[in-house]
């Protein structure tokens, strides 16, 4: 049974333009369509989620999506929005790449059931590689002006005259080469929808014309708005770079606390475009965040769905116990349940000091640990002080002036967390 995809994405925030008739037109019968990613690098980052999720509400409407890695392509560059070229991908990385995409992508889109609407993986490269320069201006070049080309946006802003580094051939091409790959897919899939980012609108309606001019057909265009984040930096991006979907790149920890981390403003929108939570839940959830806006109920949830899909119940689970350790009473057997990448994420650029194993083996008593020889506090007479006041804890429990430190203690058989109060951390680190 069909439902209405265009009336789904409006009301989340995900629609930016649409080519008349497309509503109509997926109403009608099952339709196929497309999303370009491009494959770059071995995994997905957040910035490819709005896709992604287009995808999915796509298949869910009771459509087939097609995921297109863009393997020719990427190894030319896409001008828009773009001030540099991208480097060549050899054919190994590129089938790397397109497989561990594929794995991620699979977690969102239903790929091996035998539904007429499953989804499926193509690359452009496998139609390009063997496309010759001259078939191609021959064949696809003819039917469409230079005119027309020169009239896009995003080729307009590479030639104007803050750019710089002006445009070459080869992106300058991209748009024809990104036109056949619709046209391809709409000869051999029957897919009649492109789906992109909004900056893709002028390579999208190049496709259509293809269609119309070689295809003798009607092809659609659909794109949602670039994410933006209300303070003006760019949704995606933290001060280490990417939100990588890779558990290696982004731990889920980090990942976690990206969406934690989202301002009132931000978490309204992100929580209908990147969850499939109801209009109806998310009204509610809205209004109880308005209402009650210190317990961040937003921020959680929208954290809590994201990871979730992203990664799993049990990476959302560690993520969680591993946030309520800096800001919560947590327990040293919470703590030595971290696993090292994640303990590490937790107690980042929290000060450190080298600590023997046989110091350890000897048994290091509180004075040394907190003063004498890591420096942690600034003398020992302060050290007896705060043991005095109850305020030091070794991995999360309190201890007394007597206490010596052992390798009973370590966490990840390396790391032992002292603290003084409730946010003043330092970390033994044993060589």
């Given at each position: 049974m069909?439902?209405?995809?265009?009336?789904?994405?409006k009301?989340r925030?995900?629609?930016?333009?649409?080519?008349?008739?497309?509503?109509?037109h997926?109403?009608?019968k099952?339709?196929a369509a497309?999303?370009?990613?491009?494959?770059?690098?071995?995994s997905?980052?957040?910035?490819?989620?709005v896709?992604?999720m287009?995808l999915?509400?796509?298949?869910?409407?009771?459509h087939?999506?097609?995921?297109?890695?863009?393997?020719a392509?990427?190894?030319?560059?896409?001008?828009?929005?773009?001030?540099?070229?991208?480097?060549?991908?050899?054919?190994?990385?590129?089938?790397?790449?397109?497989?561990?995409?594929?794995?991620?992508l699979?977690?969102f889109?239903?790929?091996?059931?035998?539904a007429?609407?499953?989804?499926?993986l193509v690359?452009?490269?496998?139609?390009m590689?063997?496309?010759?320069?001259?078939?191609f201006?021959?064949?696809?070049?003819?039917?469409i002006?230079?005119?027309?080309?020169?009239?896009?946006d995003?080729?307009?802003?590479?030639?104007?005259?803050?750019?710089?580094?002006?445009?070459s051939f080869?992106?300058?091409?991209?748009?024809l080469?990104?036109?056949y790959d619709?046209?391809?897919?709409?000869k051999?899939?029957?897919?009649?929808?492109?789906?992109?980012g909004?900056?893709?609108?002028?390579?999208?309606?190049?496709?259509?014309?293809l269609?119309?001019?070689?295809?003798?057909?009607?092809?659609?265009?659909?794109?949602?708005?670039?994410?933006?984040?209300?303070?003006?930096?760019?949704?995606?991006?933290t001060?280490?770079?990417?939100?990588?979907?890779?558990?290696?790149?982004t731990?889920?920890?980090?990942?976690?606390?990206?969406?934690?981390n989202?301002?009132?403003?931000?978490?309204?929108?992100?929580?209908?475009?990147?969850?499939?939570?109801?209009?109806?839940?998310?009204?509610?959830?809205?209004?109880?965040?308005?209402?009650?806006?210190?317990?961040?109920?937003?921020?959680?949830?929208?954290a809590?769905?994201v990871?979730?899909?992203?990664?799993?119940?049990?990476?959302?689970?560690?993520?969680?116990?591993?946030?309520?350790?800096?800001?919560?009473?947590?327990?040293?057997e919470?703590?030595?349940?971290?696993?090292e990448?994640?303990?590490l994420?937790?107690?980042?650029?929290?000060?450190q000091?080298?600590?023997?194993?046989?110091e350890l083996?000897?048994?290091?008593?509180?004075?040394?640990?907190?003063?004498?020889?890591?420096g942690?506090?600034?003398?020992?007479?302060?050290a007896?002080?705060?043991l005095?006041?109850?305020?030091?804890?070794?991995n999360?429990?309190?201890?007394?002036?007597?206490?010596?430190?052992?390798s009973?203690?370590l966490i990840?058989?390396r790391?032992?967390?002292l603290?003084?109060g409730r946010?003043?951390?330092?970390?033994l680190?044993i060589?």
């Amino acid at each position: 049974m069909l439902t209405n995809f265009v009336e789904e994405v409006k009301w989340r925030g995900m629609l930016h333009d649409v080519m008349p008739g497309t509503e109509e037109h997926l109403l009608e019968k099952m339709q196929a369509a497309y999303v370009g990613i491009d494959p770059t690098a071995d995994s997905l980052h957040i910035g490819h989620l709005v896709g992604v999720m287009l995808l999915r509400h796509f298949q869910l409407a009771g459509h087939k999506p097609f995921a297109l890695v863009g393997g020719a392509t990427g190894m030319i560059g896409d001008p828009s929005g773009k001030s540099a070229e991208r480097n060549l991908l050899d054919e190994e990385t590129l089938r790397h790449n397109q497989n561990a995409l594929k794995e991620q992508l699979s977690r969102f889109l239903d790929f091996e059931s035998d539904a007429p609407n499953a989804a499926e993986l193509v690359n452009n490269y496998d139609w390009m590689k063997e496309f010759s320069f001259l078939d191609f201006i021959r064949d696809v070049g003819k039917h469409i002006t230079v005119n027309y080309m020169m009239a896009k946006d995003s080729v307009k802003k590479r030639l104007s005259a803050e750019a710089k580094e002006g445009m070459s051939f080869t992106e300058f091409t991209y748009q024809l080469v990104q036109g056949y790959d619709f046209l391809y897919l709409y000869k051999n899939h029957n897919c009649t929808l492109q789906m992109g980012g909004s900056d893709q609108w002028g390579n999208i309606t190049t496709g259509t014309e293809l269609i119309r001019r070689i295809g003798g057909g009607k092809g659609f265009a659909l794109t949602c708005p670039l994410i933006t984040k209300a303070d003006g930096t760019k949704f995606g991006k933290t001060e280490g770079g990417n939100v990588w979907l890779d558990a290696n790149r982004t731990s889920p920890y980090r990942f976690y606390q990206y969406w934690l981390n989202t301002s009132d403003e931000d978490a309204e929108k992100y929580i209908k475009i990147f969850t499939f939570l109801t209009k109806e839940e998310i009204e509610d959830l809205t209004r109880a965040h308005k209402e009650a806006p210190h317990l961040r109920q937003l921020q959680k949830r929208l954290a809590e769905e994201v990871t979730r899909m992203v990664h799993s119940q049990n990476d959302l689970d560690n993520a969680e116990a591993a946030s309520t350790i800096l800001f919560g009473k947590s327990t040293s057997e919470e703590l030595k349940k971290l696993d090292e990448k994640t303990f590490l994420d937790v107690f980042e650029g929290v000060p450190q000091a080298q600590i023997s194993k046989q110091e350890l083996d000897d048994g290091l008593d509180m004075i040394g640990a907190l003063a004498a020889k890591t420096g942690f506090l600034g003398s020992n007479g302060e050290a007896r002080r705060e043991l005095k006041q109850n305020s030091i804890s070794v991995n999360k429990e309190k201890v007394k002036e007597n206490y010596l430190i052992t390798s009973n203690d370590l966490i990840n058989e390396r790391f032992i967390l002292l603290q003084r109060g409730r946010r003043n951390y330092f970390l033994l680190v044993i060589s």
